[in-house]
């Protein structure tokens, strides 16, 4: 089945800095690649999701990148703020699942510092 | 409120005690899942449904069984639970692919079997 590693596992930014998330996926088949943020005590909600059709996908200050080839995709959080800080999950999904059958990454502590 | 409520929000039984954790959604969404959130390990997803009477295996389904006898929810079985069940659980709806994979997940339900 499909193995997702996401790296680093915790991460530490200064306020109006960059954040970059890496995830690498195993099953060259699959198609589908969301990004979803956990914040304490809450469920998982999702903030960017990709498809293996596209390269590159933005929304506001967070943009998604997909290397196919490598088999990886990254999440890029640009001028983070406080509120940024929370567990970010990747996962991918093979074109079995349509999309809904996921495997997930085992996340990254962003902390954004002041 | 569009939302998916989950009961009971914390539990503690003892081993070989059967227990249902009941998951509900407003959306009327085709699709519901069940993850498992532990230290370390990420999400994983236990089973999901495409819809009433359809359902599939995730990638720990074992010691775990679901029903989807209505559309808005989605019961989660562990008929003799083990300490190694201790852990984190979601439930998850959306739309299933209808122009979208997005899933909301519940608040969770915090288990612990001793």
């Known amino acids: 089945g499909e193995n997702v590693e996401q790296h680093p596992s915790t991460l530490s930014v200064q306020e109006g800095d960059s954040a970059v998330i890496k995830c690498t996926y195993s099953?060259?088949?699959?198609?589908?690649f969301p990004w979803y943020k956990q914040e304490l005590g809450k469920g998982p909600q999702l903030i960017i999701d990709i498809r293996s059709n596209v390269g590159e996908k933005k929304d506001q200050r967070i943009a998604v990148t997909l290397n196919k080839t490598a088999k990886h995709f990254s999440l890029h959080i640009t001028e983070t703020q406080p509120e940024d800080s929370a567990v970010y999950f990747c996962?991918?999904?093979?074109?079995?699942?349509?999309?809904?059958?996921?495997?997930f990454g085992t996340g990254t502590q962003l902390k954004v510092e002041l | 409120e569009a939302q998916v409520t989950q009961n009971p929000r914390y539990l503690i039984t003892v081993t070989g005690k059967k227990l249902t954790v009941t998951c509900s959604q407003n959306?009327?969404?085709?699709?519901m899942s069940w993850y498992r959130q532990d230290p370390g390990l990420g999400l994983r997803q236990i089973y999901y449904?495409?819809?009433?009477?359809?359902?599939d295996k995730g990638d720990v389904p074992e010691g775990y069984k679901v029903s989807r006898k209505e559309k808005r929810n989605f019961p989660l079985i562990l008929e003799s639970p083990s300490p190694n069940q201790t852990s984190l659980y979601f439930c998850?709806?959306?739309?299933?692919?209808?122009?979208?994979?997005?899933?909301?997940f519940g608040p969770g339900t915090r288990l612990t079997v001793t």
């Open positions: 959306m009327n969404h085709e699709y």
């Open positions: 099953d060259s088949a699959s198609n589908y």
């Open positions: 996962a991918a999904s093979p074109p079995a699942g349509g999309g809904n059958k996921l495997t």
């Open positions: 998850a709806s959306g739309l299933g692919g209808t122009g979208s994979y997005e899933q909301y």
């Open positions: 449904s495409m819809n009433v009477e359809v359902t």
